[in-house]
């Protein structure tokens, strides 16, 4: 039961659910749940229509844990995996699990520049790419010595030195057995994962999750509804490669859930895999609410099978909310709120807590506070400030960089940048974001780090980036540019300089305005809320 302490800390209870503590990792949990599903359905390739066993993704896992070890990835090593969702993503996930290796899963759109970026973070000796990524990833890893091995998801037809998922898991050269004998995980320092966060300083941080962050996360009360999760099928299209998509998975994966997947989303995909498998539950991003809420395709497709939608990565508006409960009828609609360096969601709506507008309440095990941005002092109920979090599911830090670590987590609590308050009831609501992170469809783009990609542009002088309000992608880029003197430079010439060197979510969808000088305080900050204020104004003012 949710109470106040003492200094105005709010706890969920602890955590009583005690099962992972009984494995000697993450990897032997794993393992073991599958086992115990035995030939009940676990996954589902929405675009296939293949079906997959527990038993088959046993022995999947089991072999590809065989390779990882013929490959010389031992406890401690990083394995990366560069992949849309597909049966293999998990596959080698689970395996470098239970050879105790971390795994850095890799953006798929991220560019060359975010890439080499990405892979100096975590160093990894062996990288899985399916074919959309693989020549990219090989290209980057000849500059980069500490790749030893590249495997190609599919086939591959281009540079002798890269293996294939297929070769690997039939190579007569490597055991053949039917189990795989885990090592005991020091599960409060053995990093699982390794997933890439924006912060608000440029490029991706490294965010550690230990074995322990994740079977904590596992062991606490996870289920937003009554209906047992394990007992469903249940659709996902959020990417794997993303700290929600790769956290939902596990969860799904130690729950027991027939979980249906698509790598990307495709419109007559999404709505026919709904209606095709009699879809209970989905993950969900706003972007995808509000595709559900207003698309006129979605009346074509029998969706009355669709019970609860749970959505995550950004804020969902009542107003959708409304339309789709009006639309489809679908009668819950949870949200949560969560962060990479919390593992996975913090706050979860339930049954019992779920106002309009709330991110819902603490889930067990977690202790949080909102404190005084300019004081620190913590507030009590009803009183915004910056939402703090500590518990067993907060990371060991970004990998490489104590300073930051540092700043974010403070005698234990995480500062999450985030401005809310939670009311009498206990339920939280986010109001606001310290953190100059642009949302765009659920991936954070700092704004930094496009305008330090600007600046090498020769052409200009200097730049800063805002997100402007935008109801189906939450927020789009906009840059603010000032031309150096006496050159000829365009709109469309920025926006392709940006398209070129960074990956989708980082591009000027929300246009370029050119100024003569960018807002600043006497330190040289950006003045993102003048640059907010300009826009109000007629445009013939900038």
């Known amino acids: 039961m949710t109470a106040l302490l003492p200094g105005n800390i709010v706890y969920a209870g602890p955590i009583t659910c005690t099962e992972t503590h009984a494995y000697k990792s993450l990897g032997h949990y794993i393992l073991e749940k599958y086992k115990s599903f035995g030939n009940q359905t676990v996954m589902i390739d929405a675009v296939t229509g293949q079906e997959y066993t527990a038993k088959y993704m046993y022995d999947s896992v089991v072999r590809m844990a065989h390779v990882l070890k013929h490959l010389g990835v031992k406890s401690g090593d990083v394995v990366g995996l560069s992949s849309e969702n597909s049966i293999r993503f998990a596959i080698v996930l689970y395996a470098s699990f239970a050879v105790n290796a971390s795994v850095a899963p890799l953006n798929v759109t991220y560019s060359e520049r975010e890439v080499h970026h990405a892979i100096n973070l975590s160093k990894p000796k ?7 990524t693989v020549d990219l990833v090989a290209k980057v890893a000849k500059k980069n010595g500490f790749v030893k091995t590249i495997v190609a998801l599919e086939t591959y037809n281009g540079n002798e030195h890269i293996y294939t998922f297929e070769e690997l898991m039939s190579s007569a050269n490597i055991k053949s057995e039917d189990y795989f004998d885990t090592p005991v995980a020091d599960k409060n320092e053995d990093v699982a994962l390794i997933v890439c966060s924006s912060g608000t300083t440029g490029l991706p941080k490294g965010v550690q999750l230990t074995q322990y962050n994740i079977l904590s996360t596992l062991d606490s009360n996870l289920e937003p509804t009554a209906i047992p999760m394990g007992e469903i099928t249940l659709l996902t299209v959020i990417p794997w490669f993303h700290a929600f998509g790769c956290l939902t998975l596990i969860t799904t994966t130690a729950l027991g859930t027939t979980l249906v997947y698509l790598p990307k989303f495709e419109e007559n995909l999404f709505l026919g895999a709904i209606e095709k498998y009699r879809v209970l539950m989905a993950f969900m991003v706003p972007p995808l ?7 006129p395709l979605v009346d ?14 950004a804020p969902l508006s009542k107003e959708t909310q409304d339309l789709i409960t009006e639309r489809i009828g679908v009668p819950i609609i949870r949200q949560g709120y969560g962060l990479s360096e919390s593992t996975l969601s913090l706050l979860v709506q339930n049954d019992t807590a779920c106002k309009a507008g709330s991110v819902g309440t603490l889930k067990l095990g977690i202790y949080a506070k909102v404190i005084d941005t300019e004081t620190g002092k913590t507030l009590g109920p009803n009183q915004r400030g910056e939402l703090c979090f500590k518990g067993d599911c907060i990371m060991k830090g970004y990998i490489g960089d104590a300073k930051s670590t540092q700043t974010v987590i403070q005698d234990g609590w995480l500062h999450t940048g985030d401005i809310g308050y939670y009311d009498d009831d206990f339920e939280f609501f986010i109001v606001d974001r310290i953190k100059e992170l642009i949302k765009y469809k659920g991936f954070q783009v700092p704004p930094a780090e496009i305008e330090s990609l600007l600046l090498t542009h020769p052409k200009i002088k200097d730049a800063a980036v805002i997100g402007i309000p935008d109801e189906e992608a939450g927020e ?3 840059a603010f540019v000032v031309k150096q003197a006496n050159v000829v430079l365009s709109e469309d010439d920025v926006v392709k300089f940006v398209s070129e060197n960074a990956s989708p979510a980082k591009r000027l969808r929300g246009g370029v305005i050119f100024i003569d000088d960018i807002p600043k305080n006497p330190s040289g900050k950006i003045l993102r809320r003048v640059l907010r204020d300009m826009l109000k104004k007629p445009q013939s003012k900038l």
């Not at 062996?126 to 959309?132: G, H, Q």
């Not at 609410?289 to 698309?295: N, Q, R, S, T, Y």
């Not at 074509?300 to 990565?313: E, I, Q, T």
Request: aromatic share 10%.
């Open 126 to 132: 062996v990288i899985f790419a399916s074919k959309l």
């Open 289 to 295: 609410m509000v595709f559900l809420a207003k698309h």
């Open 476 to 478: 789009l880029p906009l």
């Open 300 to 313: 074509k497709y029998d969706l009355s099978s669709l019970m609860v939608l749970l959505c995550g990565a």
